[in-house]
């Protein structure tokens, strides 16, 4: 299974974030590490792995658009 790994600039670009908010915000609360990105070698630059982020966003698109969404993250389907 192949994977493109994209610098947080690439990733900005691709999903219309700013890098600071992908940095700041999603890194760690929505972008897991060993998931989402990688730290190659060690290092301190981050590499994201375009595949498995693309997978969840079309999943949490489709579970929101099942749904209404509610204040506290949950959705209600009814």
């Known amino acids: 299974m192949q994977q493109t790994f994209l610098t947080t600039e690439q990733l900005s670009a691709r999903i219309h974030y700013d890098p600071r908010t ?7 609360s929505v972008l897991l590490e060993g998931v989402h990105y ?7 630059k981050l590499l994201f792995i375009w595949e498995t982020i693309e997978r969840d966003i079309l999943a949490c ?18």
């Open 61 to 78: 698109a489709q579970e929101v658009a099942m749904g209404i969404p509610m204040a506290n993250g949950g959705v209600c389907h009814g």
């Open 22 to 28: 992908i940095r700041d915000q999603l890194k760690d």
């Open 38 to 44: 990688v730290r190659p070698f060690g290092r301190r």
